[in-house]
């Protein structure tokens, strides 16, 4: 019936992934990580045990490896740059960080943010890379404002007088 051919493929699919498993045996370090784009492969360094948290105030540092990446190649093909981060990929391969040949996320991130921008309009960068958010200076030795002690003041522009 129906039901045994079913179980004959999932069977056929499961015995060679075992077999290939069993004969692709790594030795290396055991961590591994890369990025991937069409046949570019990025191998990169392996996140630090203690990596710091990302800075609130940059909300593109927060963003994942993976977001940043598509956003980047989704702008250079709409407006046929792509050739532009083939290049600058390119020149990043020909000097890794490591002795391994890996490179560093962060460079990787670097690489992105220099090529868009050079190539695109700030607007347009800042969908991708936001600019960093500046926090107001909180002074504790500064005295309230004097319309929270229940009087308030306006000057008009014209007189320049003070109304109550």
């Known amino acids: 019936g129906s039901g045994s051919s079913h179980q004959l493929v999932q069977v056929l699919f499961i015995?060679?992934?075992?077999?290939?498993?069993?004969?692709?045996?790594?030795?290396?370090?055991?961590?591994?990580?890369?990025?991937?784009?069409?046949?570019?492969?990025?191998?990169?360094?392996?996140?630090?045990k203690a990596a710091p948290e990302p800075d609130p105030a940059n909300p593109a540092a927060s963003k994942p490896l993976t977001e940043l990446a598509h956003q980047t190649i989704s702008k250079l093909t709409a407006k046929?740059?792509?050739?532009?981060?083939?290049?600058?990929?390119?020149?990043?391969?020909?000097e890794p960080d490591g002795e391994n040949g890996c490179f560093s996320e962060q460079k990787l991130r670097d690489m992105f943010r220099k090529v868009l921008s050079e190539n695109l309009e700030k607007e347009e960068f800042e969908e991708v890379f936001p600019a960093p958010v500046v926090p107001e200076p909180e002074s504790g030795s500064r005295r309230p404002s004097k319309a929270s002690n229940g009087r308030r003041r306006s000057v008009s522009k014209e007189g320049g007088e003070a109304k109550e």
């Open 15 to 48: 015995l060679p992934s075992l077999s290939l498993r069993e004969a692709m045996r790594n030795r290396g370090p055991g961590k591994w990580r890369e990025w991937r784009w069409g046949s570019v492969v990025i191998p990169l360094m392996p996140p630090e």
């Open 80 to 94: 046929n740059l792509i050739p532009k981060l083939t290049e600058a990929v390119a020149e990043m391969q020909a």
